[in-house]
């Protein structure tokens, strides 16, 4: 309820009236009764509308017979400025023309003369009622769009209201005929992870304010704007530019800031940054187009290091833009759930079971749609993205393979595929480690296929690392073994339990004798060497055949079974048998 000592914002009140002494009779009972009022006098409609005009008073009251302008007419304009004006109409005359006149016109209050102050003061404490339920109403709706639209941690404006300011500023843009410029900036913090895993999500957070306020002092406060688009993320706005160059003159001042440490109440950190810049018109004239195109720069930028900017270039040609925009997704699914895991049995031909199967990534993009394996692997491994990558396959293969052994599906080991670059890192085998402990699956479950050509790499690294996994009790598979030339010795000293044939010497099996020749030979020094043997990329009869005739105990392949979903899988586990080969073999 508002009260006479409700102070906290101003209210005004406008009291148009001709007849001076009634005019200081009144205003000193209404500065007694209601000291909380800043009041304006006129002494004529056509002054009245003036100091309206100039001030926007909360509360009009006014005589209606007036020289000039009178008291209606002066209500009318008022009305048509602001059609939720309060207005007091006070007069001597109760003719039914004014009274109808002034509820035409959408009077508040009418009150006749000689005025009664406690009716006019019944009136006033009305609209004073009306005014703090307005403002209540507003305020409710400022804080529900400021919740809406504003970041709750850094206080900058979200993704949301940065794409509608944008949208204005181009509208603006292109009133005056692309006379004048704008550049949209897109930053990305370097390193902010390892802080943020390191020190904790706290000290993340007071990072990622102080980077916000840092950001803001490097722009025009008065008309650029900062906003958090999520995570590390950032994107700048900044209109009316004289010259594209200006643009760039920020991008460089903000790196040039991150030069200096953030102070936090416990720490002093240093991070970088990469920024993508989009200037309008020249790389787009609407706001989605700016947006990416400023994304795809500063990936751009992150390429070639740390603490700079690149400035969107339409020369690009199509083949990199679509790469960079896979690798932009590609970020981003890691961060979502856009990836998920087929599973692909391995069967003993001899006894027609399952003994194995291998989980395969697979990516379903909203935008690109089911995305190749040969797409996306090399890209991860390129960026360095396939070691996060390659441990959430790990942790959600352990975690499936776990989950249908407690159902009392039969107990199968699942196999995981390392690339070189995961296989060198220096954890990995702590990183094994921790998934098998999280997911409380027994290593003997777990299978690693890494291939070839990792042990000529780093033949000292790959040995210690293969051990400490054999000691965990992990069983370690040659993948696509024949095609990386790899030394004999080598193969002897390493823990191996299992070579599998490439699929390339599979397609063609029967009817290249070279391949066949390759085959046997592989067969028979696993034999020898007492190792696993596994044939993959089985796809018909006659192929699965000539390698039963050859020895090959296990076999992997559309012929026996699609990768299939996390599922449609337990469905195989419960057959789980195909006819041995001594008989005539057929497709499950």
């Known amino acids: 309820m508002f009260t006479p000592t409700d102070e906290k914002t101003e209210v005004k009140l406008l009291y148009v009236e001709d007849d001076v002494p009634t005019r200081d009779v009144i205003t000193l009972m209404i500065s007694r009764r209601f000291p909380q009022l800043t009041l304006l006098q006129a002494e004529n409609g056509r002054e009245g509308l003036d100091l309206y005009i100039a001030h926007h008073p909360d509360i009009i009251m006014t005589d209606i017979l007036m020289s000039e302008i009178d008291g209606i007419r002066m209500s009318g304009e008022i009305k048509a400025l602001d059609k939720n004006a309060r207005i007091i109409v006070l007069s001597a005359t109760s003719e039914m ?29 009305r609209c004073l009622k009306g005014i703090q339920r307005d403002r209540q109403i507003r ?27 944008l949208h204005q500023s181009l509208a603006q843009a292109q009133r005056h005929n692309h006379d004048r410029h704008l550049a949209v900036l897109f930053l990305d ?22 980077v916000a306020n840092r950001l803001k002092s490097c722009c025009r406060r008065d008309r650029d704007v900062v906003a958090r688009r999520g995570g590390d993320e950032f994107i700048i706005l900044l209109p009316e530019l004289d010259i594209p160059q200006e643009a760039v003159r920020v991008a460089q001042t903000i790196i040039d800031s991150f030069d200096k440490p953030f102070i936090l109440p416990e720490h002093e950190l240093f991070i970088g940054s990469c920024i993508g810049i989009s200037i309008f018109p020249a790389d787009g004239a609407d706001v989605d187009t700016l947006i990416k195109n400023a994304d795809m720069a500063m990936y751009r930028a992150k390429e070639q290091g740390r603490n700079r900017f690149h400035l969107y270039n339409r020369s690009m040609d199509a083949q990199a833009a679509l790469r960079l925009t896979m690798e932009i997704s590609l970020r981003r699914a890691l961060k979502g759930q856009e990836f998920f895991l087929n599973y692909q049995p391995k069967v003993n031909v001899k006894t027609g079971r399952v003994v194995s199967f291998e989980a395969l990534a697979r990516w379903q993009n909203p935008e690109l749609g089911l995305v190749e394996p040969k797409q996306f692997i090399p890209l991860a491994e390129e960026t360095g993205l396939i070691d996060q990558l390659g441990e959430w396959v790990l942790r959600t293969a352990c975690t499936q393979n776990k989950a249908w052994q407690d159902a009392k599906y039969p107990h199968l080991r699942v196999a995981v595929n390392f690339s070189p670059r995961q296989f060198l890192m220096l954890q990995l085998a702590d990183m094994v480690e921790n998934v098998l402990a999280e997911t409380n699956l027994d290593p003997c479950w777990l299978e690693l296929e890494v291939t070839e050509g990792i042990m000529l790499q780093n033949v000292e690294n790959t040995i210690k690392t293969l051990h400490r996994l054999s000691v965990l009790g992990v069983h370690i598979s040659i993948d696509d073994f024949g095609i990386g030339y790899s030394s004999l010795s080598y193969i002897k000293k390493l823990p191996i339990n299992t070579l599998k044939i490439d699929q390339s010497f599979i397609s063609d099996i029967t009817s290249n004798p070279d391949d066949a020749a390759i085959a046997t030979a592989v067969i028979n020094m696993a034999q020898n060497l007492r190792l696993n043997v596994i044939a993959e990329g089985v796809e018909n009869e006659a192929q699965a055949r000539l390698l039963n005739s050859l020895e090959c105990p296990e076999m992997q392949g559309y012929f026996f079974s699609k990768p299939l979903s996390a599922e449609k899988f337990p469905f195989l586990l419960h057959k789980r048998h195909w006819q041995s080969t001594s008989q005539p073999i057929h497709n499950a």
Request: overall charge negative.
């Open 97 to 125: 023309s004014f009274i109808i006149d002034a509820i035409d016109i959408g009077i508040s209050h009418y009150v006749l003369k000689p005025v009664k102050f406690d009716k006019l003061a019944n009136a006033i404490e």
């Open 189 to 210: 913090l370097d390193r902010f992870k390892v802080i943020n895993d390191t020190l904790g999500h706290s000290v993340g957070d007071q990072l990622l304010q102080a």
């Open 139 to 165: 305020q409710q709706e400022e804080h529900i769009r400021h919740m809406a639209y504003s970041d709750p941690l850094t206080g900058l404006p979200n993704r949301e209201l940065f794409n509608e300011l």
